[in-house]
Nanobody
Framework: EVQLVESGGRLIQAGGSLRLSCATSGFTFDDYAIGWIRQAPGEAREAIACISNGDGDTYYADSVKGRFTISSDNAKNVVYLEMNNLKLEDTAVYYC?????????????????????WGEGTRVTVSA
């Protein structure tokens, strides 16, 4: 059974930092690119970051670039999202997701369109 389990979301004040984790199992970790998608209340889903397990390349949405950092621990099959300088607009449910690893010439959008597996999400609420 394929599983992606997110953890680390909680209530936090603006300007603070959080580290989200995505524990995966049931598929070949090194054959996939793993990333994060978020959905704010009343808004569409937004792909924000992914990491290619083939070459280590990372991709970020403009909304989080410079504030968030994605990384992976291949020995543990875990992907992390370090979130710094959190803003009110970062409030969302954050989902871990996996797509078959590729060159991703079109970047984050191509990864998003190739999505095969999703987690159930972890909620981040940023307060003033």
């Amino acid at each position: 059974e394929v599983q992606l389990v997110e953890s680390g979301g909680r209530l936090i004040q603006a300007g603070g930092s959080l580290r989200l984790s995505c524990a995966t199992s049931g598929f070949t970790f090194d054959d996939y690119a793993i990333g994060w998608i978020r959905q704010a209340p009343g808004e569409a889903r937004e792909a924000i970051a992914c990491i290619s397990n083939g070459d280590g390349d990372t991709y970020y949405a403009d909304s989080v670039k410079g504030r968030f950092t994605i990384s992976s621990d291949n020995a543990k099959n875990v992907v992390y999202l370090e979130m710094n300088n959190l803003k009110l607009e970062d409030t969302a449910v954050y989902y871990c997701a996996a797509a078959p690893d590729a060159d991703y010439g079109q970047g984050l959008e191509e990864w998003y369109l190739g999505m095969e597996y999703w987690g159930e999400g972890t909620r981040v609420t940023v307060s003033a």
